[in-house]
Structure formats: structure tokens, C-alpha cells
């Protein structure tokens, strides 16, 4: 391995995802690579890491909507609990 360039394999095991996901990520244009042959080309880490800082979010509960009164299961047929 070139000083600094990872294969696939390397990639994927570095982003703990399959190589079939980074083949995909390159496919769609979501992380840069590095050909080096024909058709072959590597990674960077840094281009890898930027990609992880760019998938960061912060994370948000969910509202807690209601849904209207709960239904009961009663045999065949359902009817509407009052809450």
C-alpha cells in the first residue's frame, strides 16, 4: 500500500461498513478517490474523515404526536378505548 492510500478493503474496515458501501459512496460521487490504474483507485484518510464530519448530526428526539384513542383487539373486530 502506497504511504497514506487505502484499498477498499482498508477503506471499509477503517468506516466499519462493507466494501460494497464504499463502492456505492463512490458511485454516488460521496467520497473522493485517488485512481491508480485503470480501474483501480484508493482512499485517503483524510478524504474519509472529512465524509464522517460531514454525516455528523445532532440528534433530536422525535415529537410525541398523538395518534387518537387506542385501539383494542377484540377477537375479529376492533373497537376505539377511551384514553
Known amino acids: 500500500m502506497c504511504e497514506g492510500l ?9 468506516m466499519r461498513v462493507s466494501v460494497r458501501t464504499i463502492r456505492d459512496w463512490v458511485k454516488k460521487g460521496l467520497i473522493p478517490v485517488v485512481p ?18 460531514t454525516q455528523r448530526q445532532i440528534w433530536q428526539p ?3 404526536r398523538s395518534r ?16
Not at 487505502?6 to 477503517?14: F, Q
Not at 484518510?45 to 464522517?52: A, C, E, G, N
Not at 387518537?68 to 384514553?83: C, F, H, I, L, V
Open 62 to 64: 422525535r415529537s410525541r
Open 6 to 14: 487505502m484499498t477498499a478493503k482498508e477503506a471499509a474496515d477503517y
Open 36 to 53: 491508480v490504474g485503470a480501474q483501480e483507485y484508493r482512499f485517503t484518510k483524510k478524504d474519509l474523515d472529512h465524509y464522517i464530519e
Open 68 to 83: 387518537g384513542p387506542k385501539e383494542k383487539s377484540n377477537g375479529n373486530t376492533r373497537e376505539k378505548q377511551d384514553a
